[in-house]
């Protein structure tokens, strides 16, 4: 074993514990103070390993999270979830953010193009009423399609000329490799369409969470811009389905009723998948009675 | 001191130790997911996204759900199958404002869906003008699948009697009617129309093309409006006479990005006459390219290219034009038209707002952005003493003939009627010998004018 004394700041950490209570300089010949010990006894050596398989390329990674896309979606035979769609004004930090509306529906969707929406709540901090005198609210209505192109618009065919990717970081968790995966539009007249960061278990090549953001608002004249766009997916079983779509928005002009600042949020929850819709859910309704 | 340290080292690190081994094995014994690293990865991203949104990202309260789903589910589900299609009609306006048939306006009314059994469109017109009635019919017809990867085509059949301008490569009905209305800066001219058309057109992933015919009989009109309502002496009075004759038209469209290239290309082709018949015998042909680079993270560069030559009858109907907006800024509005046109511009775009550029404010409500430009343009074929095209062998302007200019602009994007379309005044200076005047100019509409659609 051999002492030497070191600058750094950590070691200084590690040579205090290693050398317990400092005691005070005696003589000035003597030198005392931090030093650090360290082991050299015992040496390890770890072989390089030439790795001959190519790295998988971008293209190969968007390939592969579009046919995991296809792979989930294509698994999917029905699903019911539940849909809370909440809106939140003054959340720009100078007020405090005041709940606006809220609605829960339970939704139900079986291939190959059944749907059935059933509002459960549908409460306004000022209820508003249409010209026949019933609520006027969020109308939700949904079609039997299960893809979530919300989450997968960029990796699909279709769009992905239309945008720059790069992978940005890879994480290993456990045996789950994390690829980060930001895109932009290709166009540099496309600044008001979402860039993103993505990211994707290469586990079943699926998306997990992306964040939005839009360069420039589409709609200058009314938006100023649509802050922190969030979209996360949570396991459910063997799916990875869509949990939750948060956006905050600032508005160039204040929007009765909504203020300058107001958040949108989307809740998906209580999923129920591949579990076998009755029939009789779907069923079309008997000839004059009430929709 | 140095115990204690060493003690809780040494047992952080048996406790990660032991955690890492054991957590898969206790997770699956659980029945919970095996990878709890990466399940704590995700949750600590949701957990931020939940500090952002606060109130909003807050899990609903489930109290009384569960007894207003029996209650919903005790309904009849009603209809649920498929797209529902709608057999009420629906109603809507129309306007439309210039010299040749004054102020026009009507109704029209649409019934059914075109994914279903088609949709169907009646407009009628009054143009007080001429105190003429114009109206029609059209029937569209859609296939395939919704999304842009599926391959969808659209069938549309047409009748009627309607009105059309001189420049079939760049008119806007809006824009160009509000132009005249307001101010009199309407440089189109116009003909009425007669007959009967038919389209398929189909696209997929960026690509489209559609297929066209006509039967037309083409008639002049007169200006019969020379008033504007801020009383501004208009442009052009005159309406220029269009050729009579009934058009017997196919045309082909086809268009699409380029893969992997902020690029659009554009191919037109118009045929009359031949075996179509028709009193017009001619081939017309367009074509236009234009693309958006990024330049770093500040600026866009905007090049663009297009090309258009008319064999066989020459007419002011199908003749091309150049000058005002698109094409050539440092001529008036479709002040050049002759059987052939040519031109190229590269434009220089600030992405961003000026002043925040210069870091002198905040994102903007109103962002103003600056461009600088660079071009030229020609066209040929022409006849200098009436203005109308004459059929030529050219196929290229001569030296002469192209007109450079250079020029800047400034630019706001209101996000309306469409996201890509800019309010820019332009001051375009001429280059090179000649006479021609630098001039200011007001327009709206895309940086890529030279492309009907990117």
Redesign the interface.
């Known amino acids: 074993m051999t002492l030497r004394t070191t600058p750094l700041f950590p070691a200084f950490l590690l040579a205090?514990?290693?050398?317990?209570?400092a005691s005070p300089p005696a003589a000035a010949e003597v030198k005392h103070g931090p030093t650090l010990a360290v082991e050299d006894t015992m040496r390890t050596d770890i072989s390089e390993v030439l790795v001959h398989a190519p790295r998988v390329t971008l293209d190969e990674i968007l390939d592969r999270v579009h046919r995991g896309e296809m792979r989930r979606d294509s698994a999917l035979r029905d699903q019911s979830y539940?849909l809370?769609v909440?809106v939140?004004r003054d959340?720009d930090g100078r007020k405090k953010?005041v709940?606006v509306q809220?609605t829960?529906d339970?939704v139900y969707m079986r291939r190959p193009?059944?749907?059935?929406t059933?509002?459960?709540?549908d409460w306004r901090l000022k209820p508003k009423k249409d010209e026949n005198g019933e609520d006027k609210g969020v109308s939700v209505s949904a079609?039997a399609d299960m893809s979530e192109?919300i989450v997968n618009f960029a990796f699909?065919?279709?769009?992905r000329?239309?945008f720059k990717f790069r992978i940005v970081g890879r994480?290993l968790?456990?045996?789950?490799l994390?690829y980060k995966i930001r895109f932009e539009p290709?166009?540099?007249?496309?600044?008001?369409n979402p860039s993103g960061l993505v990211?994707v278990?290469t586990h079943e090549y699926v998306i997990?969470?992306q964040q939005l953001e839009l360069k420039?608002?589409?709609?200058?004249?009314?938006?100023?811009?649509v802050r922190?766009v969030?979209i996360?997916r949570?396991?459910q079983g063997d799916f990875w389905m869509l949990?939750?779509i948060?956006a905050?928005m600032d508005m160039?002009i204040p929007m009765p009723g909504y203020g300058r600042s107001f958040?949108?949020?989307l809740?998906f929850?209580d999923y129920r998948i591949n579990a076998g819709l009755p029939d009789?859910?779907?069923?079309?309704?008997?000839k004059g009675?009430?929709? | 001191m140095s115990r204690l340290a060493c003690f809780t080292l040494r047992a952080f690190l048996t406790a990660a130790t032991l955690a890492a081994c054991l957590a898969p094995s206790l997770a699956r014994a659980q029945g919970a997911p095996a990878d709890s690293s990466f399940d704590a990865y995700v949750r600590g991203l949701s957990d931020s996204t939940d500090a952002f949104f606060g109130l909003t990202a807050a899990p609903p309260d489930t109290a009384g759900l569960d007894s207003a789903l029996a209650a919903g589910l005790a309904k009849p589900p009603g209809a649920a199958t498929g797209a529902r299609v709608s057999w009420k009609p629906s109603l809507g306006h129309r306007q439309a404002f210039n010299r040749a048939l004054g102020v026009t306006l009507g109704a029209n009314v649409g019934l059914g869906a075109s994914r279903g059994w088609g949709r169907v469109n009646g407009w009628v017109d009054h143009a007080n003008g001429p105190d003429l009635w114009l109206g029609g019919g059209s029937y569209a017809k859609r296939w395939g699948g919704t999304e842009d990867e599926d391959f969808s085509y659209t069938l549309g059949l047409s009748a009627g009697r309607g009105w059309s301008a001189f420049d079939r490569d760049h008119f806007d009905r809006l824009f160009d009617s509000g132009y005249a209305l307001l101010y009199g800066n309407d440089r189109n001219h116009y003909y009425r129309t007669d007959g009967a058309g038919a389209s398929l057109s189909f696209g997929r992933n960026g690509r489209w093309g559609t297929i066209q015919y006509r039967n037309q009989l083409e008639s002049p009109l007169a200006t019969t409006a020379s008033w504007n309502l801020f009383r501004a002496e208009p442009a052009v009075f005159e309406n220029r006479a269009a050729a009579l004759g009934r058009a017997s038209e196919a045309k082909v469209t086809l268009g699409g990005r380029v893969p992997r290239l902020p690029v659009t290309l554009e191919a037109q082709w118009w045929g009359a006459g031949g075996p179509l018949g028709g009193n017009f015998d001619y081939s017309r042909a367009r074509f236009a390219a234009g693309g958006a680079f990024p330049l770093g993270t500040l600026f866009a560069l905007l090049p663009q290219v297009h090309y258009g030559r008319v064999t066989g009858d020459v007419t002011p109907q199908n003749t091309f034009y150049l000058g005002g907006g698109p094409g050539l800024r440092s001529a008036e509005g479709k002040s050049l038209q002759g059987a052939g046109a040519a031109g190229a511009c590269v434009e220089v775009l600030l992405q961003d707002d000026v002043l925040h550029a210069l870091h002198l404010r905040q994102p903007p409500t109103f962002p103003i952005q600056l461009s600088a430009f660079a071009g030229l343009g020609a066209t040929w074929g022409h006849d200098p003493v009436t203005g109308l095209a004459l059929a030529t062998d050219a196929n290229w302007p001569e030296a002469r003939e192209w007109q450079p200019e250079v020029g800047g602009a400034v630019l706001y994007r209101p996000g309306i009627p469409q996201p890509d379309y800019f309010v820019r005044v332009a001051y375009a200076v001429p280059v090179g010998p000649g006479n021609r005047e630098p001039r200011l100019a007001l327009s709206l509409g895309t940086m890529l004018s030279s492309l009907h659609r990117r």
Do not use: C, M, Y
């Open positions: 205090v514990l290693a050398s317990g209570a539940q809370t909440r939140v959340t953010p709940l809220e829960v339970r193009n059944q749907s059935r059933v509002r459960l709540r079609d192109e699909r065919p279709a769009n000329g239309e994480e968790l456990g045996d789950h994390i290709r166009s540099a007249l496309d600044q008001f990211w278990d997990v969470r420039q608002s589409p709609v200058p004249l009314f938006l100023k811009g922190g969030v996360e949570q396991r949990s939750r948060l905050r160039t958040d949108i949020g809740q929850s009789s859910l779907f069923a079309p309704a008997p009675a009430r929709k």
